[in-house]
């Protein structure tokens, strides 16, 4: 049965996936809601595009569901919040599962659930938060064929420029998607590693567990094409993209060049054609 709802995730075709991530507001960080204030046309912006999912959150997944016909992307319902993303950290960190995730996502007619799985310098109990969650929502996921996406994520020590900062460690990254996967991830969704050319690496170390590339921060057209097209080569199964689509100045035309880098193996080149 999972098998069925992740058919509804990856194309038929190049069996890769484009999930655009809108589920910023949910972290209480003014500096995530630029470009999505009104949510509602920045889902309806995207959805136009036509990429394969979108990933929102159980309060505005309406915005996508309610869109007419048949066509529109699918739904990836984010089941968890934290506040480990500003630059000043408050006292006390956590990181929260809503109540009866998984039978929210299906009222919701999501095909996948999302969670984080953090490692955050000196801020061990975040991580237990992370591990719990995955814990009490793994049999729920398998009870009601739900897949279950989990999102290690590798932090920078707070204090060396502030606020959310990744570490493109390989040597840090490799042992945290193993856990996600030793913790019963159906797809894994993680950082670049600093060295691209490494990222075979992730992919391996996940085993047949098909990997997504998160996108991290705003970047030109070029880099963001370019890292693209690398990762696909390295074997990833797809790619996770939320700024570097919703706050480009032009969402359908950056959408449409990533989807033919990732379905249909165009150079970097080709897909600028999109933004020319």
């Known amino acids: 049965m999972k098998k069925y709802r992740l058919n509804r995730l990856f194309n038929e075709k190049s069996n890769r996936c484009l999930n655009v991530a809108i589920d910023h507001g949910f972290f209480n960080e ?20 036509g990429p394969d999912a979108i990933q929102l959150t159980v309060g ?30 408050p006292s006390h960190l956590f990181s929260r599962m809503i109540s009866d995730p998984v039978a929210q996502a299906i009222n919701q007619d999501a095909a996948c659930v999302v ?23 793994k049999p729920l996921c398998d009870r009601f064929s739900m897949p ?11 204090e060396l420029e502030g606020g959310y900062m990744v570490d493109g460690a390989l040597d840090k990254i ?72 919703i706050q480009h100045r032009n969402p359908v035309a950056i959408t449409k060049a990533l989807m033919g880098i990732v379905h249909h193996d165009l150079t970097v080149d080709q897909a600028l054609e999109f933004l020319n």
Request: proline share 5%; hydrophobic share 40%.
């Open 174 to 245: 490799l042992p945290l998607v193993r856990q996600a996967v030793e913790l019963g991830a159906d797809i894994i969704k993680a950082d670049p590693t600093t060295n691209v050319n490494e990222y075979h690496k992730v992919v391996e170390i996940a085993g047949k567990i098909p990997v997504m590339v998160r996108g991290g921060g705003k970047v030109s057209d070029t880099e963001i094409l370019t890292r693209t097209k690398a990762m696909i080569e390295q074997g990833v199964s797809g790619i996770v993209y939320g700024r570097n689509i």
């Open 115 to 137: 969670v984080n799985l953090f490692q955050i310098p000196g801020q061990p109990k975040v991580s237990d938060h992370c591990i719990q969650n995955i814990l009490k929502i």
């Open 30 to 49: 003014n500096i995530f809601l630029k470009s999505i204030e009104n949510l509602q046309l920045a889902v309806e912006t995207v959805a136009t595009a």
């Open 60 to 89: 505005q997944a309406h915005y996508l569901q309610s869109l007419p016909g048949k066509n529109k992307p699918t739904l990836v319902m984010r089941t968890d919040v934290a506040n480990v993303y500003g630059k000043s950290l």
């Open 148 to 158: 279950l996406m989990i999102e290690p994520l590798v932090f920078q020590s707070n």
